[in-house]
């Protein structure tokens, strides 16, 4: 029950700002690799709530955190329209656009076993456009903050990634391709973490959210990795940590960003 009323507050308080978006005049570079790299964890997160509908994980929880998911990439796509400095931006916010377009269609079919090759490919390919787009707006950054603003929303992503290849093998996804995916995106998830918790520019501040960070990968990590008797009660366990995780993360992302801002 605790867990049950803890994700249902974190989809109607505006987890990531959902209830608080808003069209700009413009956006700063520090913004701008924020909410690009956010995009990355929008496109895993919301393949991770239909693959949730579909194994009926709190189905009406995974439907909201969908529908806001959505709802936020394409406000945050405009947000980004107001900032295009360089030809190439121009371009990767179009192919971005574009792969979201057909990513928003298989999203929009009623959970389904068949849907999920077309799922995982639209995933992967808005991913990629979303990893492109945030790593140009890093390269227009002259603050190296820019860089950790990058590498810390990356780990948003990294987090969704995981519970996303964790419920389609539990869908009945059983290939070497996505085992590889899920073990390459913990290594990565362990090795970042082990980069922020190290990096010169952190404040007080944000040495205390990366132990918060790092207590809560603790039971994310167990959560995908620890015996599972009961199989519904794990589904639920990485429901509910890969929001914490997420959650957390995206506040020492905010709080680098202002180190770009300062």
Request: charge should be positive; include cysteine.
């Amino acid at each position: 029950m605790e867990r049950r009323r803890f994700l249902h507050g974190m989809v109607l308080t505006g987890l990531l700002g959902v209830g608080q978006v808003r069209a700009d005049a413009g956006i700063s570079i520090g913004s701008a690799i924020n909410k690009a790299g956010r995009q990355r964890m929008l496109s895993q997160r919301m393949a991770k709530a239909y693959v949730m509908r579909l194994l009926e994980v709190n189905p009406s929880f995974a439907l909201q955190l969908q529908d806001q998911s959505g709802q936020l990439f394409e406000t945050q796509l405009s947000e980004l329209r107001t900032l295009q400095p360089t030809p190439e931006i121009r371009g990767a916010l179009d192919t971005l656009e574009a792969a979201w377009q057909s990513y928003r269609t298989i999203l929009k079919k009623s959970p389904a076993a068949a849907n999920l090759p077309g799922l995982m490919a639209e995933s992967e390919r808005t991913l990629v456009a979303a990893h492109a787009l945030s790593g140009l707006y890093e390269k227009q950054s002259a603050n190296p903050a820019g860089r950790l603003v990058n590498v810390s929303g990356r780990q948003r992503m990294l987090s969704q990634r995981l519970a996303k290849c964790y419920f389609l093998r539990e869908a009945g996804i059983r290939s070497e391709p996505l085992n590889a995916e899920l073990s390459k995106a913990y290594q990565e998830f362990v090795a970042a973490l082990d980069l922020l918790t190290k990096a010169p520019e952190n404040t007080p501040e944000i040495r205390q959210d990366l132990q918060l960070a790092s207590m809560q990968w603790l039971f994310f990590d167990q959560a995908l990795n620890g015996a599972r008797q009961v199989r519904e009660q794990a589904l639920r366990n990485v429901a509910t940590t890969s929001e914490r995780i997420l959650e957390v993360m995206d506040g020492v992302t905010g709080r680098y960003e202002r180190l770009v801002r300062a």
